[in-house]
Each structure stands twice: as C-alpha cells, then as structure tokens.
Nanobody, 124 residues
C-alpha cells in the first residue's frame, strides 16, 4: 500500500514563503513522476508543478512559474514544493500526487496516489 503523507502549509502573509513536503511510503520515490496540485473552494483541482523520476525535468503552471520550485530527494522518498512570493490567489488545499511512469502530466487523471491535502492560506 502506497501512502503519501504531507506536511507544511498554514497561514502566511502575501509575499511570504512556505515549503510543503510529501513523504512516500510503500514505494521508492524514484519509481515515477510526482506532482503538486491545488484546489480552491468552488474550483476544480489544478496542476501546480511536476517533477520526473530523475529530477532532470520539471514543469510548472504559468500561474506559479518563477515563484514555486519543485524538488525531490529520492534517498528520503520525499518531494518538496518551495513557494515564494505567495499571493492571496495561491490560497487552496494543496495535494501531492505520484504516478508509476516517469513522464510528468498536468492532468490529475494520470496520478494514482494522493496525499491527504494541506491548507495554504495567504492573507493580503
């Protein structure tokens, strides 16, 4: 059984930074691509960032490009999302996700395993 356990999140002010972590158990994090998604109230879940198996490929949503950085430590089976220059519109529940293949997809349908979600609230 694969489990993704998230940590981090919370309430911050606009312009602040925050790091989310997602630790995988029951599988090696090097098994496949991982990603971060977010869902604001009343909105669909949207892709934020993804990283491939070997960390030599990343992909970001335009809304976070240049502000967020995704990384992974396969030795620790953990993926991170460093969020800088946070804006109120970044407020959402953030989810990490994992898939078996190495390629990054922006559609949630391609990801098999999901973290429990963590709230990020950015006040203006």
């Amino acid at each position: 059984q694969v489990q993704l356990v998230q940590s981090g999140g919370g309430l911050v002010q606009a312009g602040d930074s925050l790091t989310l972590s997602c630790a995988a158990s029951g599988r090696a994090s090097s098994d496949g691509a991982m990603g971060w998604f977010r869902q604001a109230p009343g909105q669909e879940r949207e892709f934020v960032a993804g990283i491939n198996r070997n960390s030599d490929g990343t992909y970001y949503a335009d809304s976070v490009k240049g502000r967020f950085t995704i990384s992974r430590d396969n030795a620790k089976n953990t993926v991170y999302l460093l969020m800088n220059s946070l804006k109120p519109e970044d407020t959402a529940v953030y989810y990490c996700a994992a898939r078996s293949g190495s390629l990054i997809y922006s559609s949630a349908n391609w990801y098999t395993y999901w973290g429990q979600g963590t709230q990020v609230t950015v006040s203006s």
